[in-house]
């Protein structure tokens, strides 16, 4: 999943500036949601693989 900030239109240089702003803040913030969500990912993962485990184990 990709998370990301949709830029506005430019209408002038002062909004070009701005552009670029928010270019590196939406990079940052994508980077930090995606790596939230694999890290969640993994972690409901582990714990499902951790109880089927328990699972299997116990039946024998």
Do not use: A, C
Not at 37 to 52: A, D, H, M, V
């Amino acid at each position: 999943m990709k998370f990301s900030v949709m830029p506005r239109p430019i209408h002038n240089e002062q909004d070009e500036g701005k552009q670029e702003e928010l270019k590196k803040l939406n990079e940052t913030i994508g980077s930090i949601l995606n790596k939230s969500y694999s890290s969640l990912i993994n972690r409901r993962f582990s714990r499902q693989l951790r109880s089927w485990t328990w699972v299997i184990l116990k039946r024998r």
